[in-house]
């Protein structure tokens, strides 16, 4: 009954270092997503997914880059961290559009 | 410009009572509205949904309603119960955005006993 999983749950980067998040899900999800949330704020989309191969743009696509190479995994990538970008990140997924997502218990990144 | 707006950050109120959260969007093409419930180091949980066609859903203590005249939702919770404080999110999608949904920034409810 996994559901979504998050790699890893915390980290710590410098700035300038690079990272990838991983996502996993084991509900052959179509739709995947990333979002940030920062203190305040909702989630904000970063990429999306709708299936195997393909990614887009969300809200918020500055200095991250994404894959999905394989349907049940969506990749973050940070290629040089920095400040801003410390937050928390969600990665979530639906069957389809007009479904809810089920969501990861997140990955808490700070960057110095 | 944001689209869905929670304009109460936070919501006090007593065991037993009603709990009434707040929804506003201005996007005319949302076209379906969730709620999410968020507990502090979990990601948010689904808790429920209302398609535009609607104006009402109820599902146990848990009931949505849809005006969408004054692009508004509510979430009514009867009774409240401590377990229910979190913070809660709306968000809205619609057909022309490729399943993105567009979240409030939350409100924190807490459920005295």
């Known amino acids: 009954n996994a559901g979504v999983t998050q790699t890893p749950k915390f980290r710590v980067l410098k700035t300038g270092q690079s990272m990838t998040l991983l996502c996993a899900q084991d509900?052959?999800?179509?739709?995947m997503y990333w979002y940030r949330q920062d203190p305040g704020m909702g989630l904000r989309l970063i990429h999306y997914s709708v299936g195997e191969g393909t990614t887009a743009k969300g809200e918020v696509p500055d200095g991250y880059n994404v894959s999905r190479l394989k349907k049940q995994n969506f990749l973050l990538g940070l290629e040089s961290a920095a400040p801003s970008q410390t937050s928390v990140y969600f990665c979530?997924?639906?069957?389809?559009?007009?479904?809810?997502?089920?969501f990861g218990d997140g990955t808490r990144l700070s960057i110095l | 410009d944001q689209q869905v707006k929670q304009n109460s950050p936070s919501l006090s109120v007593q065991e037993g009572r009603i709990s009434i959260l707040n929804c506003d969007y201005t996007?005319?093409?949302?076209?379906?509205f969730l709620w999410y419930k968020k507990y502090p180091a979990e990601g948010p949980t689904f808790l429920i949904s209302i398609s535009s066609i609607k104006d009402k859903n109820e599902d146990g203590r848990f009931t949505v309603f849809l005006n969408k005249s004054a692009k508004h939702l509510s979430l009514h919770i009867v009774p409240s119960q401590p377990g229910d404080s979190a913070v809660y999110f709306c968000?809205?999608?619609?057909?022309?955005?490729?399943?993105?949904?567009?979240f409030g920034d939350g409100t924190t409810l807490t459920v005295k006993p």
């Open positions: 509900m052959n999800h179509e739709y």
């Open positions: 979530a997924s639906s069957d389809r559009t007009h479904q809810p997502q089920h």
């Open positions: 968000a809205a999608l619609s057909n022309t955005n490729a399943g993105k949904s567009t």
């Open positions: 996007n005319s093409m949302f076209d379906y």
